[in-house]
Nanobody, 127 residues
Framework: QVELAEYGGDSVQGGGSLGLSCTTS??????MAWFRQSPGKGREGVAA????????????NYADSVKGRFTISRDDSKNTMYLQMNDLRPEDTAMYYC??????????????????WGQGTQVTVSS
């Protein structure tokens, strides 16, 4: 079993920055990702890191809406994944979720690929 816990959600001004972290426990996981969901929208893949899985091996993946602004990283020695969010915009407002899986039946930013989920942390960006 795998347990995930997010930390770092907050209210920030547009143009500001915020860092999120996700702590893992239990079994090791191959792939970890950040998703987000706002009212009226589905759960959107934000960023993912895939390990030892072709053709995504060791290459981060980003949604077009955050590419160039967000950076995903992973420190396996500390069992922690991070999401650094810069130049935040009101449309980034959402509940952010940590996710993990050992298989990619769908793509790395597709929620259907993930078996394990955290409870979410709220990010609110004002204009």
């Amino acid at each position: 079993q795998v347990e995930l816990a997010e930390y770092g959600g907050d209210s920030v001004q547009g143009g500001g920055s915020l860092g999120l972290s996700c702590t893992t426990s239990g079994n090791r996981v191959n792939t970890m990702a950040w998703f987000r969901q706002s009212p009226g929208k589905g759960r959107e893949g934000v960023a993912a890191i895939v390990k030892d899985t072709r053709p995504y091996e060791n290459k981060p993946n980003y949604a077009d809406s955050v590419k160039g602004r967000f950076t995903i990283s992973r420190d396996d020695s500390k069992n922690t994944m991070y999401l650094q969010m810069n130049d935040l915009r009101p449309e980034d407002t959402a509940m952010y979720y940590c996710a993990a899986t050992n298989y990619l039946i769908w793509g790395p930013l597709d929620r259907r690929s993930y078996e394990y989920w955290g409870q979410g942390t709220q990010v609110t960006v004002s204009s």
